[in-house]
């Protein structure tokens, strides 16, 4: 065998092995859902196709899943939307004006980021308490910007320094105020990155466990990974069929956003520097 | 347009003294180059103008009114960059428009404005596209347009020309003087080319360490530089500069005999203290044979020779120094060999060792 069908070989299996451990648990959840048994597995039981896992996740009012999932998007979007652009108008002065102890900030931000949730999920319920906050979508919204914000920040400070300095010059020089340099250039120019970075952040918000288990109580705000995970005390047995459904159903809004953002993603990669 | 006045301007970021006691007035409808090495403060100073960059202490003015405090968007000057600093994400048209769409022109007044521009400079066909699809001479022929658009007080150039190709720089240098004639427009043109500066300038301030060298027009600037480091910053190949002791009638240079002494320098160092001096001889002044009488003569080994299409470089050898020719096609003689050079005593430059200023 020649050397490059070798390596085409092993690069093929090094793929294909990547891809199984990646997306089995995907695979299992997807059969899962769409067995009429979920103990398909056992030689006892046949795989048998249907769908009413996932008629009961959405139709099924007793389940909640709908709420959950619009509670979910509700949150992890405002909050991704806020966090992005409050982490791109620090981005903005830190990148760009002068400004003592830049990197102490930058730093501190990453130091706080790097809290256990769990140490300050106490204090939280106690001043959600007090303000009378604990299951609304408050409640959820302003940690998770925090939360999002020093991982967007640091994504947007590197790439805000990449871009010359000399377009913000040319800027000024054209008439341009502070603000309209950020959102006339800084912000149109970094499109792709305050993009990707939204989406990040979405996903974190989306993803969160901790904060949503404590700060909510019923239907009214509480997200999907919280709701799905309770589902198992709602009936005497756990309900492998819905969860399952649920899940999958849960993974849709994230891949949507994923496959549209990702043409801009890439356009924006690749779209050429100020020099030439 | 607008005359410009510098008034003691300083400059310094954290400790290093960027701009020294700059003292200048640009004059209402010139081309000013401001020439020096990287580093000299010469951009410094145009962002000084444009209001980038706040000054420590002193004055610009522009057109009577002082521009200290005024903010950069206020200033109405236009400034042409050197990696162009176009805008990627908009097309040529909505650059070349955005000045005025955020002075917040009319939109139809913007289209007539930007449509001359554009077919002036032969951009009608590229308006539609963006910045990354372009050449580098149709991009900074769009950063051109783009401070044409504004009808500013005062132009700025922050080095134009070096990142486009030599043919390229020549044609662009061409049209920026081209334009600069017909608007009669105030411009401030930064640049280290001295060839650029040279052929550009009405007139040329030489920049050196934060501080103006000399100020002049080209022909002053190159045959009667005010100090070494003028002398040698302008002219290519560079200028030699033989450090020399004077002995009675002769002058020496290095462990060498030297060359004897001509009577307009003796008039010349006659009230001077210091017998160390250095030359300047410029290498399109030296020459192979005797042109007049009062021609200083003198031994010099050919280390090699380079040729520059309508003449050859010569580098020699005299004493400690190395020393270029430049006034001939081909050499007389062969690398290696001894030649016999001759140069005008009215063609060099004396320059006093210590304070590096000219003596004549």
Redesign the interface.
């Known amino acids: 065998m020649r050397e490059e069908t070798v390596k085409t070989i092993l690069i093929a299996a090094g793929i294909i092995l990547m891809l199984s451990f990646c997306l089995a648990p995907f695979f299992f959840m997807i059969v899962t859902s769409l067995s009429k048994n979920p103990e398909f597995l056992s030689p006892a039981a046949n795989f048998k196709l249907t769908l009413e896992n996932y008629s009961s996740v959405i139709f099924k009012e007793s389940l909640h899943f709908i709420d959950y999932l619009r509670n979910s998007i509700i949150v992890s979007g405002v909050s991704a939307v806020a966090g992005v652009l409050t982490a791109a108008v620090a981005a903005f002065a830190i990148t760009r004006l002068k400004l003592p102890g830049k990197m102490l900030i930058l730093f501190f931000a990453l130091a706080v980021s790097m809290f256990p949730q769990i140490s300050i999920v106490g204090y939280l319920f106690k001043l959600m308490t007090w303000m009378g906050w604990i299951n609304t979508y408050f409640a959820l919204t302003f940690p998770y910007v925090a939360w999002v914000l020093p991982l967007s920040l640091w994504i947007l400070t590197s790439y805000f320094s990449q871009i010359p300095k000399e377009l913000d010059r040319a800027a000024y020089v054209d008439g341009c105020s502070r603000l309209k340099v950020l959102t006339k250039i800084i912000m149109p120019v970094a499109m792709p990155a305050v993009l990707s970075t939204m989406l990040l952040a979405f996903i974190f918000a989306f993803n969160e466990f901790m904060f949503a288990l404590i700060l909510t109580s019923d239907h009214h705000a509480r997200t999907v990974p919280v709701g799905i995970a309770l589902f198992q005390g709602l009936h005497g047995e756990i309900p492998w069929g819905d969860i399952m459904a649920a899940s999958a159903v849960t993974t849709l809004p994230v891949v949507i956003l994923t496959i549209i953002f990702q043409r801009r993603i890439i356009a924006g990669l690749t779209r050429g520097a100020v020099k030439g | 347009m607008a005359g410009l006045e510098f008034k003691s301007v300083y400059k310094s970021f954290g400790r290093t003294v960027v701009v020294e006691d700059l003292n200048l007035s640009i004059h209402d409808g010139e081309l000013f180059v401001l020439l020096g090495p990287s580093g000299c403060g010469k951009s410094t100073i145009l962002?000084l103008i444009?209001?980038?960059e706040y000054m420590d202490e002193g004055e610009i003015v522009i057109d009577g009114r002082v521009i200290n405090n005024i903010?950069?968007?206020d200033?109405n000057?236009?400034?042409v960059?050197?990696?162009?600093?176009?805008?990627?994400?908009m097309t040529i048209y909505d650059n070349l428009a955005?000045?005025l769409k955020?002075?917040k022109v009319s939109a139809e007044k913007i289209r007539g404005i930007v449509e001359k521009q554009a077919s002036l400079l032969g951009l009608t066909e590229l308006l539609e596209r963006k910045?990354?699809t372009?050449?580098?001479g149709q991009?900074q022929r769009v950063a051109l347009g783009?401070a044409l658009v504004?009808d500013p007080s005062v132009f700025?150039f922050d080095e134009p020309l070096s990142?486009l190709d030599a043919k390229l720089r020549v044609s662009t240098r061409a049209e920026i003087s081209r334009l600069q004639r017909t608007l009669e427009a105030t411009m401030v043109y930064v640049t280290h080319d001295q060839e650029e500066a040279l052929s550009l300038g009405d007139r040329i301030a030489i920049l050196n360490e934060g501080r103006i060298q000399q100020i002049g027009t080209p022909e002053e600037i190159y045959d009667q530089p005010r100090n070494i480091f003028t002398a040698s910053f302008v002219g290519s190949p560079k200028i030699n500069l033989l450090e020399a002791r004077i002995a009675e009638d002769r002058v020496k240079i290095g462990g060498n005999s030297g060359i004897p002494m001509a009577d307009s320098w003796r008039e010349a160092l006659k009230d001077k203290t210091t017998d160390a001096i250095v030359i300047g001889i410029r290498p399109e002044n030296i020459f192979y044979e005797r042109k007049s009488g009062d021609d200083l003569a003198f031994q010099a080994e050919i280390l090699h020779t380079e040729f520059a299409g309508d003449r050859h470089v010569i580098f020699c050898r005299l004493g400690e120094s190395e020393i270029r020719v430049k006034s001939g096609k081909a050499a007389p003689s062969a690398e290696g060999e001894k030649m016999e050079l001759f140069v005008n005593p009215q063609n060099c430059l004396l320059f006093d060792q210590k304070n590096e200023k000219r003596i004549l």
């Open positions: 962002r444009a209001g980038l903010a950069p968007k200033r000057v236009a400034m960059f050197q990696n162009y600093a176009l805008y990627p994400h955005f000045p955020v002075k910045p990354r372009l050449s580098g991009r783009r504004r700025l990142n």
